[in-house]
């Protein structure tokens, strides 16, 4: 977790000092804002909702998902890109976690 220290004026010109806490948990919504990027476009919430029960993602108790699980997602939308299927990725992956960890 990094502690990111932010300056601004305000329009009376005084200064303030304001430190932002910077996670790397991310929301759903963020979740879907990240993986526009590689998509193109706003990731549906039915279509990521079913990607993360074929992926077996969960989200922690504070309703948020990791930095690892959302490059599994980016993954998984080259994987796609290239005209392949989402169960086959999720049989790979699970190979993966299996044999490096998580």
């Known amino acids: 977790m990094q502690v990111e220290q932010v300056s601004q004026t305000s329009r009376e010109g005084s200064k303030t000092s304001v430190e932002v806490l910077e996670t790397s948990l991310y929301t759903f919504r963020e979740v879907q804002i990240s993986l526009a990027r590689f998509k193109g476009d706003v990731v549906p919430p039915s279509t990521l909702r ?3 029960s074929l992926l077996g993602i969960v989200p922690d108790e504070f309703g948020c ?3 690892d699980e959302v490059t599994i997602l980016a993954r998984l939308i080259f994987w796609l890109k290239r005209g392949r299927t989402v169960q086959t ?5 699970q ?8």
Do not use: C, D, H, V
Not at 89 to 93: G, R
Not at 95 to 102: D, I, P, S
């Open 89 to 93: 990725f999720a049989q790979i992956i």
């Open 50 to 52: 079913r990607w993360l």
């Open 95 to 102: 190979k993966e976690l299996a044999t490096n960890g998580y």
């Open 65 to 67: 998902y990791s930095t």
